[in-house]
């Protein structure tokens, strides 16, 4: 099974300054034939349903600012929040579909 | 605009059994996977169920193997979770969540979720 970590557990940060979230997988979840990493990253906030950032590690999903971007690939993914607003108050989940059972990280609380 | 909805979630005595529904519009239902993926109060996202949009392929995680079984409905664009055996450890929020791309699992639309609570 993927064992997705996730680090820091949770950070604070002040408006208007960038914050970065890591990622790791316990195997690479790097498709060799199309060279995609089936990584995803969510946004929950409390009382809401999960909500698509990125995914491929790196595209951003519909109407997600550019503020938000992502990169790595293999085993180790990091997700940037340039410039956090008001808004970005949430947990960050990165998960892997890659393969069954897909899996999530523990989150990262991100606050103000 | 795809629309999930889920239903079918309340307080159950362990050892009991519900059945959640998720009614799915906006999209070709039969093209695409679903899944439900549940989180415990307080706690972050489990994945536990998908099945493909053909409805011949199933996946599970290993703690509902058995116990859970997923299945889907083309006619009545519905997902359902048939959930037996239930434990204190199930009690959570259930998702259902729709695949970005066909023959793909990753989920893109979620439902506002449905609670189950497995209490005595």
């Known amino acids: 099974d993927i064992v997705m970590t996730q680090s820091p557990d949770s950070l604070a940060v002040s408006l208007g300054e960038g914050a970065t979230i890591n990622c790791k997988s316990s195997?690479?979840?790097?498709?060799?034939?199309?060279?995609?990493?089936?990584l995803a990253w969510y946004q929950q906030k409390p009382g809401q349903p999960p909500k698509l950032l990125l995914y491929w590690a790196s595209t951003r999903a519909s109407e997600v600012p550019d503020r938000f971007s992502g990169s790595g690939s293999a085993t180790e993914f990091t997700l940037t929040i340039r410039s956090l607003q008001a808004e970005d108050v949430a947990t960050y989940y990165c998960?892997?579909?890659?393969?069954?059972?897909?899996?999530f990280g523990p989150g990262t609380k991100v606050e103000i | 605009e795809v629309h999930l909805a889920e239903s079918g979630g309340g307080l159950v005595q362990p050892g009991g059994s519900l059945r959640l529904s998720c009614a799915a519009s906006?999209?070709?239902?039969?093209?695409?996977?679903m899944t439900w993926v549940r989180q415990a109060p307080g706690k972050g996202l489990e994945w536990v169920a998908s099945?493909?949009?053909?409805?011949?392929?199933?996946y599970y995680t290993d703690l509902v193997k058995g116990r859970f079984v997923i299945s889907r409905d083309t006619s009545r664009r519905a997902v359902y979770l048939e959930m037996d055996g239930l434990r204190v450890d199930d009690s959570a929020v259930y998702f259902c969540?729709?695949?970005?791309?066909?023959?793909?699992?990753?989920?893109?639309?979620w439902g506002q979720g449905t609670l189950v609570a497995v209490s005595s």
């Open positions: 998960h892997q579909f890659h393969r069954t059972p897909f899996s």
């Open positions: 906006g999209f070709t239902f039969s093209d695409f996977a």
């Open positions: 099945i493909n949009g053909a409805g011949t392929t199933t």
């Open positions: 969540a729709k695949a970005m791309f066909p023959r793909n699992y990753l989920f893109v639309s």
């Open positions: 195997q690479s979840v790097l498709h060799t034939t199309t060279g995609k990493n089936s």
